[in-house]
């Protein structure tokens, strides 16, 4: 009996475990034989450009890499990423339902985009409040190694969101 007992819970033990997604970092999503990065040594705005209320009514700076490698075999696996929220739409309800999920704030705002494999395109149908966008972000769903491009940046992964949640330190 106690046999049957313990392959009961295995059973459905497993499936529970295995539905949990993996945790990816940043660094997993550049290929290891990949170059180094060489950081982008132009100004970050043309100040000429500049307006005079705000830094962010510059144009974007250039992406270095846009076309930067990625990690195929990633294609497909879920997985649960942290990082921050670029808005690229936002619905009626002040929610952004499309973004960018880089990982460092100001990403692609403030600075110049990172490489394109270090930036996820991501969709969710219920999104992420407009006024909550300055906290990193856990995002969990499906990764796609698949290209896009938007006004801010070219992003080398994909995702459609099966859940957004605040990113917070184990303790």
């Known amino acids: 009996m106690p046999r049957a007992l313990l392959a009961l819970l295995m059973l459905v033990a497993l499936p529970l475990w295995a539905a949990q997604p993996r945790d990816l970092t940043w660094s997993e999503m550049i290929p290891p034989d990949a170059a180094p990065e060489?950081?982008?040594?132009?100004?970050?705005?043309?100040?000429?450009?500049?307006?005079?209320?705000?830094?962010?009514a510059a144009p974007a700076a250039r992406q270095d890499l846009p076309n930067a490698p990625v990690v195929n075999s990633l294609d497909g696996q879920d997985v649960r990423l942290p990082g921050y929220i670029v808005p690229l739409?936002?619905?009626?309800?002040?929610r952004t339902t499309e973004f960018l999920l880089v990982p460092y704030f100001g990403a692609c705002?403030?600075?110049?985009?990172?490489p394109s494999n270090q930036i996820v395109h991501v969709k969710s149908e219920v999104g992420v409040k407009l006024?909550?966008?300055?906290?990193?972000?856990?995002?969990?769903?499906?990764?796609?190694?698949?290209?896009s491009?938007?006004?801010?940046?070219?992003?080398?992964?994909?995702?459609?969101a099966d859940k957004i949640y605040v990113y917070e330190l184990p303790e």
Do not use: F, R
């Not at 705002?109 to 990172?114: C, F, S, T």
């Not at 006024?131 to 698949?146: H, M, N, R, T």
């Not at 491009?149 to 459609?160: K, N, R, V, W």
């Open 89 to 94: 739409e936002v619905n009626e309800a002040g």
């Open 149 to 160: 491009s938007s006004e801010l940046a070219d992003a080398g992964y994909q995702m459609d």
């Open 38 to 56: 060489v950081p982008n040594m132009t100004p970050l705005h043309d100040l000429s450009q500049m307006s005079s209320t705000l830094a962010e």
């Open 131 to 147: 006024d909550e966008l300055y906290q990193p972000y856990w995002i969990e769903g499906a990764l796609q190694v698949k290209a």
């Open 109 to 114: 705002i403030h600075v110049p985009p990172p």
